[in-house]
């Protein structure tokens, strides 16, 4: 298994300043600590791009909790809002009975990985990274694979990250509370709406 953690420190080691990092951010409450703790090395801008969320209402309020975050911590962090494409479900529809976390899950972190890193990419930034694996529910490898690939494919480096490590699910949980953020019950496409209805 492969130690993120490591791999994070030894990349934070080699920093001079703080350099541009483009951060895709699913949603306000698992943005809290992995926004606190990477501000301090690099000056971020949060990538919103999670057309995965049904329904559309749902992508708003998840967007709308996640400005009201921003705004809370009145720190200098660009917002890009990525387009909300309303035919995503059909790409993940191939794997809609599968339960959380396997090829469905891949594939939707595959997707909206891609749209940012290409969006890091194509504007000069010197990082990207997701805040993805801050949820005990999504696979570090996966996620950290898929970034590997992507840096293969341009120029922009891809920060390697485990959030939830060193008590990051611990404190990010505890951040939440003090701040009172909407919390979905569902990961967020169809499928896992679904799911989430019959346990």
Do not use: W
């Not at 409450?29 to 000056?43: D, E, G, M, Q, T």
């Not at 003090?178 to 209805?197: E, I, W």
């Amino acid at each position: 298994m492969n130690n993120y953690v490591k791999q994070f420190n030894e990349e934070i080691s080699k920093l001079s300043g703080r350099p541009n990092l483009l951060l895709h951010v699913c949603c306000g409450p698992c943005s809290v600590y992995p926004l606190y703790f990477l501000n301090r090395y690099f000056k971020i801008t949060v990538y919103y791009a999670n057309a995965n969320i049904y329904p559309y209402e749902e992508y708003q309020k998840r967007l709308s909790e996640l400005l009201r975050y921003l705004k809370m911590i009145d720190r200098d962090i660009e917002i890009i809002i990525a387009p909300y494409h309303r035919d995503y479900q059909k790409q993940l529809a191939e794997y809609a009975f599968e339960k959380e976390g396997k090829h469905r899950c891949v594939k939707c972190y595959a997707l909206r990985m891609k749209e940012a890193y290409g969006y890091a990419d194509e504007h000069g930034y010197d990082y990207f990274t997701t805040i993805m694996s801050i949820s005990d529910h999504k696979n570090a490898d996966y996620i950290n694979h898929i970034g590997q690939l992507l840096e293969k494919s341009g120029q922009t480096r891809f920060l390697y990250a485990d959030f939830k490590k060193q008590g990051g699910i611990d404190k990010n949980r505890l951040m939440n509370q003090k701040l009172d953020l909407y919390h979905q019950n569902y990961c967020g496409c169809l499928f896992s709406k679904t799911l989430a209805k019959k346990q």
